[in-house]
């Protein structure tokens, strides 16, 4: 038994010994040459009129070894200050590698870039050897991504004023800040709905007072200037308002009080998600009659509006953008997934549906 255990540990101290010589034959990999990366640009404004038209080229050298290996290259992109966190990568077959103002600008906002502003994008080449990671030098970019969004080639106008419910502040934040109903014929808008007593003017775009458009010389003529007067209104009320910017002109309009109200008026449909999830639209606080979904993702789709999630009482139309549904009427379409801001008004049935660039 002696001689057992004597056999079993010399057998013991031979695997130690041999495990040893291994460990102390094994190679370590060594990077001798660092890889390097430049670029052809160090500014690029993305155009989305040149989708396939070349951005920016890299030119790259990889990594030398003291041994042989197998490596691959990858360009990595992040945001400046990031350290990489939440990169995107490119393989990098060889050198150059182009990207399109379509690719880069995808690239860009992946990355949590903002649109129509400067964005510091850092850059570098990783090589992978094994389950092992090398890097470059790190180039820093100034990168003005774009938005591409839908095709929306219209101009709104919006209600401002104490007379409404924006009051006066004209801020792109303000979401009272509702729009008028655009038609097929440009120029011609128009707003049904409740105005407080005081005065209002129309402004184009929030957070702007240009262009803005009040009156003029008399009452029914409008003026661009910055001193035109208010649109008086006289008594609170129902009123409907007609504007026609290619002649200066305006009506406002008493009408009768609605005498149906509805507590919920929601989009249901697959551009709102699908068939059988209603997404409820708000409720003014001013005018009980406009709904208001701000900043609101629409798949390529159709939709619908309802009232009180009941398929009893429905609106639609086969018509993108804007325009004036019909009870029971078709889907309305949404041709590309977006952020959009959705407004109707269910004494009309008309909305607006308004891409966020």
Not at 45 to 65: G, N, P, R
Not at 133 to 154: E, I, K, Q
Not at 279 to 284: P, T, Y
Request: charge should be negative; proline fraction near 3%; aromatic fraction near 12%.
């Amino acid at each position: 038994m002696k001689h057992f255990f004597k056999i079993l540990t010399l057998a013991f101290i031979g695997l130690l010994v041999i495990s040893c010589e291994k460990d102390e034959d094994q190679a370590v990999i060594n990077e001798t040459t660092q890889s390097k990366i430049s670029s052809d640009k160090t500014s690029v404004i993305l155009d989305k009129d040149q989708l396939d038209e070349t951005a920016v080229s890299f030119t790259w050298v990889k990594s030398t070894f003291n041994l042989a290996v197998v490596s691959t290259q990858q360009i990595e992109l992040g945001i400046k200050g990031t350290n990489f966190k939440n990169s995107k990568l490119i393989d990098a077959i060889s050198s150059p590698v182009s990207l399109t103002h379509k690719q880069l600008n995808a690239l860009a906002i992946g990355l949590g870039g903002v649109p129509d502003v400067v964005n510091q994008i850092e850059v570098r080449l990783k090589t992978n050897v094994g389950e092992g990671a090398f890097y470059s030098n790190v180039l820093t970019m100034d990168v003005t991504p774009y938005v591409l969004g839908p095709t929306y080639n219209y101009t709104d106008l919006y209600l401002i004023g104490d007379a409404t419910a924006a009051a006066w502040d004209n801020s792109a934040t303000n979401a009272k800040l509702y729009p008028l109903q655009k038609t097929t014929t440009a120029g011609i808008y128009s707003y049904t709905g409740y105005f407080a007593q005081g005065g209002f003017k129309l402004i184009k775009t929030p957070g702007s007072w240009d262009t803005q458009y009040g009156m003029g010389s008399s009452a029914g003529v409008l003026d661009t200037s910055g001193a035109s007067g208010n649109i008086s209104v006289a008594t609170s009320g129902y009123y409907k308002l007609s504007i026609d910017i290619n002649t200066l002109t305006y009506t406002l309009t008493s009408i009768p009080a609605p005498t149906v109200t509805y507590t919920i008026v929601s989009m249901i449909g697959t551009a709102s998600g699908d068939w059988n999830t209603d997404v409820d639209l708000q409720k003014s606080t001013f005018d009980p009659h406009i709904w208001v979904k701000k900043d609101v993702t629409l798949n390529s789709g159709d939709l619908k509006f309802r009232a009180d999630h009941d398929w009893a009482t429905n609106w639609g139309k086969a018509q993108e953008f804007f325009g004036v549904a019909e009870l029971g009427g078709g889907n309305i379409p949404v041709s590309e997934t977006f952020k959009y801001d959705v407004y109707f008004n269910d004494i009309t049935g008309e909305y607006t549906v308004i891409p966020v660039f």
